[in-house]
Structure formats: C-alpha cells, structure tokens
C-alpha cells in the first residue's frame, strides 16, 4: 500500500511501508501512466499500480520524489529518489 501527495511546498512525497533493508540508489521509473516502479536496489523494486490521474503530469515534471518508509506513526528510512522517464514501465517488469 502506498500514498502519493505534494507537500506544503510542493514536493512529490511517496509513503509506502517499511522494507527490510537501506535503498542503494533508488531510482523511480515512470512513464506517464497508472504504474511506476521503485527501483531500491537489485534486491528490492516495488511496483506502484493505479497512480491517480491527477498525479501523473505532476510525476511526468518533476525531477526528484521524496520516499517514506512509514511503520505506523514512526518515520522507518526518508530518502529521495531521482524520477526517470521511460517509454514503457511494464516492458521492464518480469
């Protein structure tokens, strides 16, 4: 489960549950449709399905998102996360 908003300042702000191990690189991959992928590390990709259509141009022109790997109230890892464009997000999932 996740949630996508902007802040009070304007920044993408993905929240999604905690995972068992520290982000090498992550990268978030998108194609302007309804899912994306959260590349963390070899070991570790999640797949965001059914991104709302009021997110998808913000996602589309922005160049970071900021991830928070939520455990109930407490904040587990924040990081950010460069958003890189591609032509087909599910050409890259096996």
């Known amino acids: 489960m996740y949630t996508i908003f902007q802040d009070h300042e304007g920044d993408l702000v993905l929240v999604i549950e905690p995972q068992p191990s520290d982000p090498k690189k992550p990268m978030f991959i998108y194609d302007g449709g309804d899912t994306a992928l ?20 913000i ?18 890892r924040d990081y950010y996360a460069p958003i ?6 599910e050409k890259l999932i096996a």
């Not at 996602?59 to 587990?76: K, S, T, Y």
């Not at 890189?84 to 997000?89: A, C, E, F, L």
């Open 38 to 57: 959260l590349f963390r590390d070899w070991d570790s990709t999640i797949r965001i399905n059914k991104i709302s259509e009021d997110a998808r141009p």
């Open 59 to 76: 996602l589309q022109n922005a160049e970071d998102i900021f991830i928070v790997e939520l455990q109930g109230e407490d904040i587990l």
């Open 84 to 89: 890189r464009i591609v032509s087909d997000v």
